[in-house]
């Protein structure tokens, strides 16, 4: 099936520096979503994109719905510790009965270290 | 949690056992989904339901059927369980197309 490459798939930083990661796909999608996920609990949406073009924050997480429609990208500004967690992107397309039937990403482990 | 619910949270069980898995929800939300998720492959959509019984498929169904004869139930049956069905599973819900999908907590199934 279809595939958004995620990257990078971990990264460790200091507690206060940015953080950057990305979702590029093949294929066009009409919504972009990030979700992060702690251990033990399910997926929670951070930040979701309707619009190619678009660019969104959510307090210190920014997004942006690439204007190809196949790619974006998430911020994360002055990271802190409980920014730890795995992050998620993921590609929806539009449909009356599919829902959001949502593609993902592999997820980009992150760690921050005080 | 967005009202979801999922039981149980956790299950062992033998090969060649059914299996069924519950989701409900408070939301009174259209959509539902059933994923996977799996080191290496993120989560992966198995089933969903667009109303009541209105059904489909995912991207990895096979050994998997699902009912949803209310709208706040959504029941993803493992006919005959196979090692490979190991994985924690997510139920997920929407309130339209195109719309923000909220996860519940996950049932972890283990199948020896």
């Known amino acids: 099936g279809q595939q958004l490459n995620q990257s990078p798939q971990s990264m460790f930083i200091q507690e206060g520096e940015d953080v950057s990661m990305n979702c590029t796909s093949s294929s066009i999608f009409n919504t972009w979503l990030w979700y992060k996920q702690d251990p033990g609990e399910g997926p929670v949406l951070l930040i979701a994109?309707?619009?190619?073009?678009e660019l969104t924050s959510n307090g210190r997480l920014t997004a942006q719905f690439g204007i190809t429609r196949k790619d974006s990208f998430l911020n994360i500004s002055a990271s802190i510790p409980s920014d730890v967690g795995i992050y998620f992107c993921a590609g929806s397309k539009q449909g009356e009965t599919s829902g959001s039937r949502l593609t993902f990403g592999e997820g980009t482990q992150l760690t921050v270290n005080p | 949690d967005a009202g979801i619910t999922q039981s149980p949270r956790h299950k062992v069980t033998e090969t060649g056992t059914p299996v069924t898995l519950r989701c409900h929800q408070t939301e009174n939300h259209r959509y539902m989904y059933w994923y996977r998720q799996d080191p290496g492959h993120g989560l992966r959509l198995i089933h969903y339901s667009y109303g009541v019984k209105d059904t489909d498929k995912g991207e990895v169904s096979d050994g998997y059927s699902v009912s949803r004869s209310k709208t706040e139930d959504f029941l993803l049956t493992l006919e005959s369980a196979t090692s490979s069905q190991t994985s924690v599973y997510f139920c997920?819900?929407?309130?339209?197309?195109?719309?923000?999908?909220?996860f519940g907590q996950g049932t972890r199934l283990t199948v020896v």
């Open positions: 997920a819900i929407s309130k339209r197309d195109i719309s923000e999908a909220f």
């Open positions: 994109l309707y619009k190619a073009g």
